[in-house]
T-cell receptor, first 114, second 113 residues
């Protein structure tokens, strides 16, 4: 079974803090993604990475950065957390091509910024 | 970039009836269209997908249709059951070495007993 694991299920941080969300996958997937999920807005892509040290902005990258130093790990960084970044964050990974390009999701991190 | 619109945002159907969820996409280069189901408190999971070389695909009570000319694709669930209650997301992407997966805004499906 593919496993995508996010480091925390729940986080509470203060405004202005630097926040790190970690995601690890064990299936040697090239593609990794960070989404945020808000009611009525679906899954919005923040950043994605298609290889080590490679990244591309998604639809809502402002206020976020990412790091992919190893293939299995993709980190989302909130440089200075703000209350409007309170949300559910979902990491996913997939193969870019082939017969199975299914994206597998982590369990999510619910971040509250106070 | 790709934009995926999904309708309706909420859908309530009687148990045993059919449910249809519709999506449109903007990027004509998109060639892979998955559907994900997210049950309450759980992660999204793939339920069915379709590639652009196919017009329809079925898996038991679930089917997906694709109209590339109109850039529409739809999820059909027949003989709905209580366990079908969930949020459903459509998505679009391009099968290649570096491709985003863009999701629709989701449909909350409720099955009335």
């Amino acid at each position: 079974d593919v496993k995508v694991t996010q480091s925390s299920r729940y986080l509470v941080k203060r405004t202005g803090e630097k926040v790190f969300l970690e995601c690890v996958q064990d299936m040697d997937h090239e593609n990794m993604f960070w989404y945020r999920q808000d009611p009525g807005l679906g899954l919005r892509l923040i950043y994605f990475s298609y290889d080590v040290k490679m990244k591309e902005k998604g639809d809502i990258p402002e206020g976020y950065s990412v790091s992919r130093e190893k293939k299995e790990r993709f980190s989302l960084i909130l440089e200075s957390a703000s209350t409007n970044q309170t949300s559910m964050y979902l990491c996913a990974s997939s193969l870019p091509r082939g017969s199975n390009t299914e994206a597998f999701f982590g369990q999510g991190t619910r971040l509250t910024v106070v | 970039g790709e934009n995926v619109e999904q309708h309706p945002s909420t859908l309530s159907v009687q148990e045993g009836d059919s449910a249809v969820i519709k999506c449109t996409y903007s990027d004509s280069a998109s060639n892979y269209f998955p559907w994900y189901k997210q049950e309450l408190g759980k992660r999204p999971q793939l339920i069915i997908d379709i590639r652009s070389n196919v017009g329809e695909k079925k898996d038991q009570r679930i089917a997906v249709t694709l109209n590339k000319t109109a850039k529409h694709f739809s999820l059909h669930i027949t003989e709905t059951q209580p366990e079908d209650s969930a949020v459903y997301f459509c998505a679009a992407s391009i099968i290649s070495s570096a491709s985003k997966i863009i999701f629709g805004s989701g449909t909350r499906l409720s099955i009335r007993p």
